[in-house]
């Protein structure tokens, strides 16, 4: 016999002539209808369908009966039952798993509950008992899931738990109920999704002083313990949850994931997990090594915008949607992205954690300069935030992880294949720097050269941050100039050569400390640069745009911007270059923009600015456009306007790719190209070089630097070494 009643975490109220009310915990649903009026109060559980039949005759006929148990079974609002319940009200726990999805779930569960660290066991045991569940004590015997408590997700010990569950394919739970913030999840599946060591590799990169620590003392750190007796258990029995919950079937998103529940302010948030397909452990380990060792095969990439941020092959909505799953402080490959509150929104400066380019040692030990985080711009808040995510990205993907191709050999036994760190460092022997030794036995890396379609050698620790660093380096290291991320490969290679363009100028201009052409900004008719102007007039600033145009023809602009309404003038600069000039222009704009958080709320006694670094500082309380000629305009040139800039738009970044490739084969230059793309981030990432083009940091050898000026008739001869420019590039 089949008993019908409403499903036991239903309740149904009839307000007579107008609906039937049908609550949940999870909301109300009416139904109107006459016939479900005279039905709700018999659906009670204790009848089958003639009993049913019996008691709603005469108001309801026998079809109207089967019609309507029929709709409110296909609205999921009833249940057919083998037996009466006992009571008239069904169990809460019922109620619960049928909310869940997952009907008749009482069924007793097993776990098995590991500890590992400092965890307490026992309470993870009792708090499992508490709640049904059977603990089981031999580990070969059977269980639903294995617990695995822990006071930190790091504990190396958590590889072997790892293993031996992946062995025995068992999915496994880790928390960490300890602390004032405790985490839960992710419910490892072995064969499905990501495993500890993908989670581990990604918590790794949020702890970088902590590693730092530990390698420098020599020993494990860690902070005090922190917890009541209340939240070590509410961090036991949100564990406890997940675990009765996966035994009874229930399957949701967040088991893929860590959830953190603060105990103080009550926040929780679900950090997603990935797996990392190039993981040694679950996935294939040599993909990187694989995709550097190709040729890069440039393909046809139409562009989808043209605005002043740039030309991509993907708006701005899209990459953000594509890539902010990667935003997380534990899961995530960048913590956050906000926006910089120094100073008016309008400036569209946001940042997005530790720029790993600026040093080895985390938040903690990172430089103090206007670069030591990760930064994005635009002329909207979108392009900037998605700016600040991409190089966050970019920065990460060029981090040395281990899976590299690397060959450990000496430039002199490579040969011709082998390509002179000194050719893209340029240190003048007078600058002091280490020496590179080229009989020393250091790693090197295959770069693609575009120019010559065959790959040349470059050392590791030139391409990759963080890169182990053998003696014979000498002054190699890495820096992210040519480091671009894209909607495509072909897009990051373009954006990579362009920013090599930008402080190539930039450095011709700044250590001859020549003078260029201003930029008729009006001749762009560009609204956006006209309500710029009015914001920097409201900071009691004014700025202007030069021409730092080389010989590759290809448009750069500086922008200059300082305070006109007190002796100290906080000068600071944007640079920009593209192929389209009003493109440059805006991104010149949009860089000044981005350094403007710092010195935006300066006091008139010369306290508040935003960045400690004392060259700075120094700079803006003493430097002055009158002591430094050099950045204001060419007062003897005429401006110079958007039609001076010769430009054919394309619509194929692929075409922009060639035209970068013929710039520097006409110039008698390699383009070089080190894919960086990580296959668990996504991003299409490339660091590009072209040997002999300049850094704008202080990188003085002979070349570009003193010869180009001459060339290009801005310098009736080459500056002497001892007359460069002795104020090095801060950016």
Not at 44 to 53: I, P
Not at 260 to 269: I, M, W
Not at 588 to 600: I, S
Request: hydrophobic share 40%.
């Amino acid at each position: 016999m089949t008993y019908m009643g409403f499903r036991s975490h239903l309740r149904a109220e009839v307000v007579s002539g107008e609906a039937t009310y049908v609550l949940s915990e999870r909301g109300i649903t009416t139904v109107s209808d006459s016939r479900v009026e005279v039905l709700a109060p018999l659906l009670d559980g204790t009848r089958d369908f003639r009993a049913l039949v019996a008691d709603a005759a005469p108001a309801c006929s026998p079809v109207d009966v089967a019609l309507t148990v029929g709709r409110l079974h296909e609205a999921h609002l009833l249940s057919r039952r083998p037996a009466a319940p006992v009571a008239d009200v069904a169990t809460a726990a019922e109620a619960y798993w049928e909310i869940a999805g997952a009907p008749g779930a009482a069924t007793p569960a097993a776990v098995r509950v590991l500890a590992v660290g400092g965890a307490d066991r026992e309470a993870a045991v009792a708090a499992c008992t508490a709640s049904g569940l059977t603990v089981v004590a031999h580990p070969q015997a059977p269980a639903d899931a294995t617990l695995v408590v822990c006071d930190d997700y790091l504990d190396p010990d958590l590889a072997d738990v790892d293993a031996e569950q992946r062995a025995q394919a068992r999915p496994w739970l880790l928390a960490k109920p300890h602390g004032t913030t405790p985490w839960v999840g992710p419910f490892f599946q072995p064969g499905n999704g990501a495993c500890w060591h993908c989670l581990a590799h990604r918590l790794s990169s949020h702890r970088r002083t902590e590693t730092y620590l530990r390698q420098t003392l020599g020993r494990s750190v860690a902070h005090p313990r922190a917890e009541t007796p209340a939240s070590l258990l509410l961090g036991l029995q949100l564990a406890v949850s997940e675990c009765v919950k996966w035994a009874a079937g229930h399957r949701h998103s967040g088991q893929h994931g860590v959830l953190t529940f603060d105990t103080l302010d009550l926040a929780s948030r679900s950090h997603p997990l990935r797996a990392r397909p190039q993981c040694p452990e679950c996935g294939d380990a040599g993909l990187v090594a694989r995709r550097v060792r190709g040729p890069l095969e440039v393909r046809s990439r139409p562009k989808a915008e043209h605005t002043g941020s740039g030309h991509r092959a993907v708006p701005a909505e899209e990459t953000l949607r594509t890539y902010e799953h990667l935003i997380s402080p534990v899961t995530g490959v960048v913590k956050d992205v906000q926006r910089d509150t120094r100073g008016p929104a309008l400036l569209h400066s946001y940042r997005a954690g530790h720029n790993h380019a600026s040093g080895g040692r985390g938040d903690a030990g990172a430089a103090s300069g206007l670069r030591s985080e990760s930064g994005g711009k635009g002329m909207t808040a979108l392009d900037a935030r998605v700016s600040a995510l991409c190089e966050s990205l970019e920065r990460h993907s060029g981090i040395h992880q281990g899976d590299e191709p690397t060959v450990r050999t000496s430039l002199r036994r490579l040969g011709g294949a082998g390509v002179h760190p000194n050719d893209c460092l340029l240190y003048d022997e007078r600058q002091g720097v280490p020496a590179f030794d080229e009989n020393a036995l250091v790693d090197w890396t295959p770069v693609w050269s575009l120019t010559r379609r065959e790959h040349r050698m470059l050392p590791t620790a030139l391409l990759y941050f963080d890169a182990p660093r053998p003696p014979g380096l000498g002054c190699v290291t890495a820096d992210s100039n040519g480091n671009a991320g894209g909607s495509s490969i072909e897009d990051a290679v373009v954006q990579g050569f362009l920013e090599l363009v930008e402080r190539d100028a930039v450095a011709l201009w700044w250590y001859n400390r020549t003078r260029h052409p201003e930029v008729d900004l009006g001749s762009f008719r560009e609204p956006w640069i006209e309500r710029l102007r009015e914001l920097h007039l409201s900071l009691g600033r004014e700025f202007w745009v030069l021409d730092l145009t080389t010989d590759f023809g290809i448009p750069a602009f500086a922008a200059v911007t300082r305070r006109a309404d007190k002796a100290a003038e906080d000068i600071l600069f944007g640079f920009g270059a593209h192929f389209d000039p009003a493109v440059a222009v805006c991104r010149a704009l949009a860089e000044m923009n981005q350094m403007m958080p710092a010195v935006a709320e300066v006091r008139p006694d010369g306290t508040g600015y935003g960045c400690p670094d004392e060259r700075l500082l120094h700079w803006w309380r003493t430097a002055t456009v009158a002591a430094h000629p050099y950045l204001l305009p060419d007062p003897d040139a005429s401006p110079r306007t958007r039609a001076d800039f010769a430009y054919t738009p394309r619509g194929d970044l692929r075409d922009d790719l060639h035209a970068a490739e013929e710039a520097v084969r006409t110039r008698g230059m390699e383009l070089l190209v080190l894919e960086q793309t990580r296959p668990d981030v996504g991003l299409p990432v490339a660091k590009v070089l072209v040997p002999g083009m300049r850094h704008f940091w202080a990188r003085l050898a002979p070349g570009r630097l003193f010869d180009v000026p001459v060339r290009l008739g801005r310098l009736t001869a080459p500056t002497p070494y001892a007359e460069l420019n002795p104020t090095p590039m801060f950016l």
